[in-house]
């Protein structure tokens, strides 16, 4: 996974929970999984392309 082994991935564990607290893990995941869902529903949806009819020179003259 991106080249982190598990020495690495514990030593990053180890400065998010010095800095941010154990209270706050909870909460920064949960935060983290929202964000990912939502990039992935925005991301799937279909973007929707509004077609108006062009109006007519010779009307638009009159």
């Avoid at 996974?1 to 998010?16: D, K």
């Avoid at 935060?31 to 108006?52: H, P, T």
């Amino acid at each position: 996974m991106f080249g982190f082994g598990m020495p690495e991935l514990i030593v990053i564990l180890v400065i998010v929970l010095v800095v941010f607290g154990a209270g706050r893990l909870p909460e920064i995941g949960a935060a983290l999984g929202k964000s990912i869902r939502n990039f992935k529903r925005a991301s799937d949806e279909k973007e929707e392309i509004e077609i108006k009819p062009e109006k007519k020179k010779d009307e638009s003259s009159k």
